[in-house]
């Protein structure tokens, strides 16, 4: 009897066990949040070597300049700090000062949110900007480089201001999609400014695509927003090239800041309070 007890309170143990964690497993979050506070405005406390915070700052200075990176103490939304980014216009090489997380593994179904806010200063047209990219470089077929340098074969989608508005808009091009336009609102200067984008990640039309700026809903939309291996095969195949695309896909690296400096002049704009969170 004493036997058969002992048997059922551990049959009764393992079974509560199982059931703890496939419900973990049903609801997996996972959170990364950065509000850029640091102790002595030390841009190195943002990539502590144990992976924690930040991965890599992403620095392409035009030929005759020098883009900044600096924490700033007299702007921010949260705490006391912010970061702020400052790049010149490019030239030959396409300008960017911007900071990488990476580590990420996000992938089709799941629902992912990316909010920020963001402070860009100056009127000048900063049409085709490029805020934030979300991108997948595992997925690369390595066979195929020919005409596709190391910045290329990360395909993904991105934020970027749209039209002489400065519409911020869903750009798709990595990944063969149109860009999800909005014409609504003009992105705000010289004022904090918080963006919210949302979605359910899919390699086919039942993606969805949201994008709020202030907490208003600007866009709300259906649409790929994940690599499609077949859309992949076909692209290439004009070109004459075999690309298998690797999967399962998933997305492993965010960048945000001036990821491309298109404009004609010196953008500088401050971050603060990232989140980014899948479920
Ligand atoms: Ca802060």
């Known amino acids: 009897m004493k036997y058969f007890t002992l048997t059922l309170i551990i049959l009764v143990s393992f079974s509560a066990c199982k059931k703890d964690n496939s419900s973990e497993e049903e609801n997996i979050t996972f959170i990364f949040q950065d509000g ?7 841009i190195d406390e943002l990539f502590p070597l144990d992976g924690s915070r930040w991965t890599t700052i992403q620095q392409v200075n035009p030929l005759n300049a020098t883009n900044e ?25 396409i300008s960017k000062m911007d900071i ?11 629902k992912v949110s990316i909010s920020a806010d963001f402070f860009i200063k100056g009127t000048q047209s900063i049409e085709n900007l490029v805020l934030m990219d979300l991108e997948s470089c595992s997925c690369w077929d390595s066979s195929v480089t020919e005409n596709y340098g190391i910045e290329n074969q990360c395909p993904g989608i991105r934020l970027k201001l749209s039209g002489t508005d400065n519409y911020l808009s869903i750009e798709r091009g990595k990944i063969a999609g149109s860009t999800l336009h909005q014409t609504a609102v003009s992105f705000p200067r010289n004022q904090w400014v918080s963006v919210l984008w949302e979605m359910t990640l899919s390699d086919t039309e039942d993606g969805l695509n949201k994008l709020f700026i202030n907490g208003i809903e600007l866009l709300n939309e259906n649409g790929m927003n994940m690599p499609n291996a077949q859309i992949f095969s076909n692209v290439f195949a004009n070109q004459g090239i075999n690309f298998t695309l690797q999967e399962p896909v998933f997305y492993e690296r965010l960048q945000i ?9 010196n ?6 309070n990232f989140l980014i969170k899948t479920e």
Do not use: M, Y
């Not at 800041?257 to 002049?265: C, K, L």
């Not at 953008?267 to 603060?272: G, N, P």
């Open 257 to 265: 800041g001036i990821t491309a400096n298109p404009t004609a002049e």
């Open 69 to 93: 990176i600096t924490i700033i103490n007299n702007e921010f939304t949260e705490g006391q700090n912010a970061l702020r980014l400052l790049a010149h216009p490019s030239d030959t090489q």
């Open 36 to 42: 850029f506070e640091t102790q002595n405005n030390s």
């Open 267 to 272: 953008v500088e704009l401050f971050i603060d």
């Open 100 to 110: 990488e997380k990476n580590g990420l593994h996000i992938k089709s179904g799941d």
